[in-house]
């Protein structure tokens, strides 16, 4: 039991404390959300196509959450996307949220991010990670579901919304594309 907690720990980390520019160039900092209860982090990259696939699922989310104290947010720590990149999927996907640029990826790299598409709930006072997988599981890789089995993001938030913890146990990796370390502030 005590291993199982040991790993379940290390794989829900903590998020460092940031000040990061979104794609319209505003300075973003981790204590501005203090008031929220929590924060939704969806990993972006842009052009990955999983991704890109699950932002109207974010998007939707966003939108049946939009009466709770939460906060929606992306971050991208792809190093190969500049902001007039970021900028111009905000404009596609229609994303009127801010999308946090993670240029040396320590952000990323504090909170174990692997890969694009992965969903954190975090608590922006303690900086707890409470949940990390996918939106859902209807994307693959080379595989697309016309029908949503499991829910996986919306129930994370409805059971820490009633003040229970998450089984990680019940969810699987996220889907997505690989989120390389190349900055020298992570890779020494």
């Known amino acids: 039991l005590l291993s199982t907690i040991a790993v379940a720990d290390d794989y829900l980390k903590t998020i460092k ?23 939704v982090m969806y990993v972006h990259g842009s052009g990955c196509p999983i991704a890109c ?42 994303i009127n949220f801010s999308i946090l640029k993670d240029i040396d990826q320590t952000v990323a790299h504090s909170m174990g991010i692997e890969r694009t598409a992965e969903v954190f709930v975090i608590d922006p006072r303690t900086r707890e990670i409470h949940f990390r997988g996918p939106i859902n599981d209807a994307l693959g890789y080379e595989s697309q579901r016309n029908e949503v089995e499991n829910h996986y993001l919306i129930n994370a938030l409805e059971t820490i919304l009633a003040g229970d913890v998450v089984n990680m146990d019940d ?16 890779t020494g």
């Open 17 to 39: 404390d940031f000040e990061l520019q979104d794609q319209l160039g505003v300075t973003h900092s981790l204590a501005e959300y203090a008031d929220k209860d929590y924060i």
């Open 53 to 94: 696939l699950s932002v109207p699922s974010y998007l939707e989310i966003q939108q049946q959450y939009a009466n709770k104290n939460i906060e929606f947010l992306m971050l991208n720590s792809f190093i190969q996307d500049d902001i007039t990149r970021i900028q111009q999927e905000a404009k596609e996907f229609n």
């Open 171 to 186: 969810i699987p990796d996220s889907k997505g594309c690989l989120v390389g370390f190349f900055h020298p502030a992570v």
